[in-house]
């Protein structure tokens, strides 16, 4: 079974400027998540999207982070602008109940805003 | 915010000892998860155990549930180099949401 992938592993970005994450679930699980980690912390949820609807968003600072999934399969993360604070592990999840509710996580993507 | 919160943050043993951590939590929940991290990769799934569990194993791991105490550890035993990482407590309600807490940078000396 292939995993949860995720591109890039890395970007490096200057302050004010726009970024994408891209995250391809693993097929059939309906729910999908984007947590941020920054460094020395515990994953942080952003978003929940069960198919393609928006389940929870109560986290995502929605003046510069938008999210959507699409056909409830692939989902994006964007962040514009970029400020410093955002330098963190983006790391896409997703899970299903024939796995008890266990995440399966990608590898993140690591973003480093200077 | 998050939910978890696990003690040691960081606990160094030598190979073949069991490594213990500890998971607080505050409210009711579904079930309970553990997760590791390896530096700089994504986190991998250990274990689950639902909130009408005591105790769950899966080969060298043991975890207990005590939800009167709002508390969960996880035993590793015989520890090796390749157990070290970091792990992570995370919390489930109804809507699936797992919330985690900050972890314990676990280091197995050989």
């Known amino acids: 079974e292939a995993g949860v992938a995720q591109s890039p592993r890395y970007k490096i970005i200057e302050k004010r400027q726009s970024v994408a994450f891209w995250c391809n679930p693993i097929?059939?699980?309906?729910?999908l998540y984007w947590y941020q980690q920054i460094l020395g912390q515990g994953p942080k949820l952003l978003i929940q999207?069960?198919?393609?609807?928006?389940?929870?968003d109560s986290q995502l600072p929605k003046d510069r982070f938008s999210a959507e999934r699409l056909k409830g399969v692939d989902s994006t993360l964007k962040i514009q602008p970029a400020k410093l604070e955002d330098s963190a592990v983006y790391l896409c999840?997703?899970?299903?109940?024939?796995?008890?509710?266990?995440?399966?996580f990608g590898s993140g993507t690591r973003l480093t805003v200077v | 915010s998050q939910q978890g919160e696990e003690d040691p943050q960081a606990l160094s043993i030598q190979e073949g000892e069991n490594a213990t951590m500890n998971c607080s939590y505050k409210?009711?929940?579904?079930?309970l998860q553990w997760y590791r991290q390896n530096s700089g990769r994504g986190l991998v799934h250990l274990i689950l155990?639902?909130?009408?569990?005591r105790e769950k194993h899966s080969g060298r791991l043991r975890v207990t549930l005590d939800t009167s105490k709002k508390s969960s550890s996880l035993l590793i035993t015989a520890s090796r180099a390749a157990d070290t990482a970091s792990y992570f407590c995370?919390?489930?309600?109804?809507?699936?949401?797992?919330?985690f807490g900050k972890g314990t940078k676990l280091t197995v000396n050989p």
């Open positions: 999840a997703s899970s299903s109940i024939k796995d008890s509710y266990g995440y399966t």
């Open positions: 097929s059939g699980h309906a729910t």
């Open positions: 999207f069960q198919n393609n609807g928006v389940v929870d």
């Open positions: 409210t009711s929940i579904n079930n």
């Open positions: 155990i639902r909130s009408n569990e």
């Open positions: 995370a919390t489930a309600a109804l809507s699936e949401k797992l919330v």
